[in-house]
């Protein structure tokens, strides 16, 4: 089992595991005389390959030159990752690729059309050199279709990762973003939710409401749960956790905007109200804040 | 990396110990401030089960992981009475505070992953996993 | 490692300054039930900033003393409890139920100050 992992983490050279056609040496040999061919004609290859691009409408994100530069740099990796039979530096470059532009719009399916896009033209290259000799045709094609696949699916599976590597950044952009620890007066703290609150948001919006307690030196926090429109026994547990963390900062927590069916759903669960201040809505709920900071809100007009 | 940190758990001076080994490792893998507050609570808690009632044991605590990232393993041996009924001593009241008991639903709250094994005069292995989040 | 303990006024201040073992709380729940009475103070703050964790051994000690100084006539304050260990307690089940908190030492003498002048 131990072999088994190692086997398939080391950046095998492909042309060691491959046993169709010709043998180990043969195939090295064979390996060799591509190489050879794809860097003797580079560079009406690679121009080839940027025409096709265009034609397909892919990258349109992306200027000619661009594409001609990029093109480049990856029909030379291409061409390394063929005669090494190691992936790393295809590798690392497909998310450097892909990090820049991701952020252009680029999606997945046009990266993978690229790819096999170059696969095509460098076959359609082969078959036009050996058309006279179908035996060897056959026998490079052999060697090159592997280690085109493994290409093909280094830098669109890189891709990829990038792409999921950026959305769970925004992601977690978005929900630091959905709770906003606001700060209305000195001392005083509110959390308005919205939307649906699962066990790792109510977590993250614990965590920012401590840290927020402990910078803004808040005394009162006032969580608004208005926008909530259903909870259940967990995340209700949660909540009382947050009254609870933050009083043990010394925070007094005041829930406004329980909807009746939260109410309801609180109260069969039977979770321990008598731990939660509560009323009715956000204006009662900052009014008594107020009175337990020790304001006193009045019209300009009575107070003169 | 993949070594692991033992420490022998026999007095409370060892509970100290072993829970800032624990918080240190925690660091070391980038996990954030909360969660390697939680590891070390959750191996206070155990070392003192350890202390309390076994007397003398261990805890073993080691950098883990997958693919998915680095997480904590932490194990925690005695050879002591051993737990007779484990389903009770899992047993959620939901505050521990009040009472003198093991502790044990609210470690489980503290972690990831956690598994407990106790045999009657032979003793009890506790394990728990904590993933980087 | 002891805990200073510092006179201010009518009040007691312990300062935690480093992880505590249960050694330590121990002796410090002693210390502070006999000091509350021979220096006839009106309230107690335990300040827990340096605390790395507060575990259901801590927190229990912490609890007890608090009841013990309030049978002994006078009040007590823990401060300084900081949010990542404030949030491992309430997960672990342990809330502290009864005791006052403030944010930190600042806030707990306001605390006091306000309770002592208000009913004097």
């Not at chain 1, 200027?63 to 530069?69: G, L, N, Q, V």
Request: aromatic share 4%.
């Amino acid at each position: 089992m131990a072999k088994e992992t190692e086997r398939l983490e080391r950046p095998t050279a492909w042309h060691e595991t491959l046993d169709r056609g010709a043998s180990l040496e043969g195939t090295a040999v064979l390996l060799r005389e591509l190489v050879a061919h794809l860097r003797e004609n580079r560079t009406q290859l690679r121009e080839e390959w940027a025409r096709r691009i265009t034609e397909a409408k892919l990258l349109t994100a992306m200027s000619k030159d661009e594409i001609f530069a990029e093109a480049t740099a990856v029909y030379d990796q291409y061409v390394e990752a063929l005669e090494t039979g190691t992936f790393e530096a295809l590798q690392a470059y497909a998310r450097s690729l892909s990090e820049r532009i991701i952020p252009r719009g680029v999606e997945t399916h046009e990266v993978v059309g690229i790819v096999l896009l170059l696969r095509d033209v460098l076959a359609r290259s082969l078959f036009a050199k050996y058309q006279a000799d179908f035996t060897k045709l056959d026998r490079i094609l052999d060697a090159y279709e592997p280690a085109a696949n493994r290409i093909a699916n280094t830098v669109a599976v890189g891709f990829v990762q990038e792409r999921e590597r950026v959305i769970r950044q925004q992601q977690e952009a978005i929900r630091e973003l959905s709770t906003p620890v606001l700060q209305v007066r000195e001392r005083l703290l509110i959390l308005p939710i919205i939307g649906v609150i699962d066990p790792q948001r109510a977590r993250q919006l614990t965590e920012q409401l401590l840290r927020g307690i402990r910078t803004n030196r808040a005394k009162v926090v006032v969580i608004d749960i208005t926008g909530v429109a259903a909870m259940d026994a967990t995340v209700a547990n949660h909540l009382v956790q947050t009254v609870e963390a933050s009083r043990l900062l010394g925070a007094t927590v005041i829930v406004t905007g329980l909807s009746p069916e939260i109410a309801q759903t609180l109260v069969t669960i039977g979770v321990d109200l008598g731990k939660m201040n509560t009323v009715g809505d956000l204006q009662g709920g900052i009014e008594q804040a107020e009175r337990l900071l020790g304001y006193k809100v009045v019209p300009i007009g009575a107070a003169s | 990396m993949n070594h692991t940190i033992r420490v022998p758990i026999n007095t409370d001076k060892d509970i100290v110990a072993a829970r800032q080994k624990g918080r240190a490792l925690a660091l070391s893998l980038g996990f954030s401030e909360i969660d390697s507050t939680l590891v070390a609570t959750a191996i206070s808690e155990l070392a003192r089960n350890i202390v309390t009632y076994a007397k003398r044991g261990e805890i073993r605590i080691q950098a883990d992981g997958n693919s998915k990232g680095p997480c904590i393993l932490v194990i925690a041996k005695d050879k002591g009475a051993g737990i007779s009924n484990i389903k009770l001593a899992l047993q959620d009241g939901f505050s521990t505070s009040g009472s003198l008991g093991l502790g044990l639903p609210g470690v489980k709250r503290l972690v990831d992953e956690f598994e407990i094994v106790s045999h009657i005069g032979k003793g009890t292995v506790v394990k728990f996993k904590k993933w980087k989040t | 490692m002891e805990v200073p303990v510092l006179k201010q006024g009518p009040f007691l201040i312990a300062t935690v300054q480093a992880a505590l073992t249960d050694e330590d709380l121990v002796h410090l729940r002693r210390a502070m039930v006999e000091r509350v009475v021979i220096a006839r103070s009106l309230g107690v703050i335990i300040d827990v900033t340096a605390m790395d964790i507060m575990d259901s051994f801590a927190s229990r000690t912490l609890r007890e003393v608090a009841q013990m100084i309030r049978l002994r006539g006078a009040e007590t304050v823990i401060v300084g409890i900081q949010p990542e260990v404030a949030f491992a307690m309430v997960q672990l089940g342990i809330t502290l139920e009864g005791v006052v908190t403030a944010l930190d030492l600042e806030e707990g003498l306001n605390y006091l100050k306000q309770k002592f002048n208000s009913s004097a």
